[in-house]
T-cell receptor, first 115, second 114 residues
């Protein structure tokens, strides 16, 4: 089973709202990722968690706040977003074996619209 | 820095014909290369990867890719295209840092006509 689930599928929010995106996997993977994808563009890495610790933050604005409460769950908390933050937000997971290039498996994404 | 290039924005092929989606790479050290496919409003689905070994890598849904070190290429191929193969294809390379970071190409839209 290589399933990563994401909720909600769609989210519309105002610039003053606070919302959260959720990602879950039950493959025993220890690395989890958030990507942002604008229309007709490749995914861009935002954050990486390795063994529930933040490993990479690609200079993402503080209005995006990731959280990894346990090895199966990854959240992205959103606050005071801008219209240009509208995008498809993808979660991925992989094993995290040292010295091995593991495959990342992606969820279906959350389509976010900021009004 | 590691990078991949997909020189074609779009590839058109008739159903039943062979297809090729091109990818070239630029890396320092060993290349770790991936192909993913994305259907409209969906996440990315893993097709195949090259780490080491055989230059011909077989993947999901009948796709394969040929690793060519002298040409620094990793082209995706399928002997007989299906209309349902129409999608956006991304080549990716693992970043050279110690973390499992992927750097994606710009994507190639494949259109298979009936």
């Amino acid at each position: 089973d290589t399933e990563v689930t994401q909720t909600p599928k769609h989210l519309v929010m105002g610039m003053t709202n606070k919302k959260s995106l959720k990602c879950e996997q039950h493959m025993g993977h220890r690395a989890m990722y958030w990507y942002k994808q604008k229309a007709k563009k490749p995914p861009e890495l935002m954050f990486v968690y390795s063994y529930e610790k933040l490993s990479i933050n690609e200079s993402v604005p503080s209005r995006f706040s990731p959280e990894c409460p346990n090895s199966s769950l990854l959240n992205l908390h959103l606050h005071a977003l801008q219209p240009e933050d509208s995008a498809l937000y993808l979660c991925a997971s992989s094993q995290d074996r040292r010295g091995v290039t593991d495959t990342q498996y992606f969820g279906p994404g959350t389509r976010l619209t900021v009004l | 820095a590691q990078s991949v290039a997909q020189p074609e924005d779009q590839v058109n092929v008739a159903e039943g014909n062979p297809l090729t989606v091109k990818c070239t790479y630029s890396v320092s050290g060993n290349p770790y290369l991936f192909w993913y496919v994305q259907y409209p409003n969906r996440g990315l689905q893993f097709l195949l990867k090259y780490i080491t070994g055989d230059n011909l890598v077989k993947g999901s849904y009948g796709f394969e890719a040929e690793f060519n070190k002298s040409q620094t290429s990793f082209h995706l191929k399928k002997p007989s295209a299906l209309v349902s193969d129409s999608a956006l294809y991304f080549c990716a390379v693992r970043d050279g840092t110690g973390f499992q970071k992927l750097v994606f190409g710009t994507g190639t839209r494949l259109l298979v006509s009936p």
